[in-house]
């Protein structure tokens, strides 16, 4: 796993080893495709200058690390994984790029961030598939108004999503996976 463009091109991010047996499914992370984020970004190329990003089920922090690398001026990492963030820490340490990772799970985080005025640009969403996370998360981030005016979520799923009225949905599908690019009207 790679950073494609910006400052940190070419980078390598260290990504979660897979463990065996059953703790398998709990430890391993599905990082973006490249050619899924750069499309992803192909789309964003105006947004994410000075943007304030939400990678929210980050894991190694792909998507909100290329963000950064591509000039986002901030990026904030959740993950209920410990040893996801570990590995995300030592991801942005060896770039140089002090940002905060919270390991904790996407509720507790989407209120905090409520609480205490939080807005974002942009929101990646990148729930584990076969979970309604991902949809929860989004009614969450709607309901506790936590995306900027003209901000966009990112959402990547293994299904396909119903539009949500007063929102612009983009989709791509990938394979078995598929890609929103959600903005208000």
Do not use: W
């Amino acid at each position: 796993m790679r950073i494609i463009t910006g400052k940190h091109k070419g980078r390598k991010l260290e990504q979660l080893q897979i463990a065996e047996g059953k703790e398998k499914q709990k430890l391993t992370t599905r990082p973006t495709m490249d050619r899924v984020k750069e499309s992803i970004f192909n789309i964003l190329v105006y947004k994410v200058q000075g943007a304030k990003v939400l990678d929210l089920f980050a894991g190694s922090g792909s998507l909100g690390i290329e963000a950064l690398s591509r000039g986002a001026s901030e990026a904030t990492f959740v993950d209920l994984s410990k040893e996801a963030c570990d590995v995300l820490k030592r991801n942005l340490t060896k770039l140089g790029e002090n940002q905060k990772v919270l390991n904790t799970d996407y509720k507790t985080a989407l209120e905090a961030f409520a609480a205490s005025g939080n807005k974002f640009d942009i929101i990646f969403l990148d729930p584990p598939y076969g979970s309604n996370f991902g949809e929860d998360a989004f009614k969450k981030i709607i309901q506790l108004e936590l995306l900027e005016k003209d901000g966009t979520v990112v959402f990547e799923s293994g299904k396909k999503l119903e539009t949500a009225e007063g929102f612009n949905f983009r989709e791509q599908k990938y394979s078995n996976k598929f890609v929103y690019i959600i903005t208000g009207k």
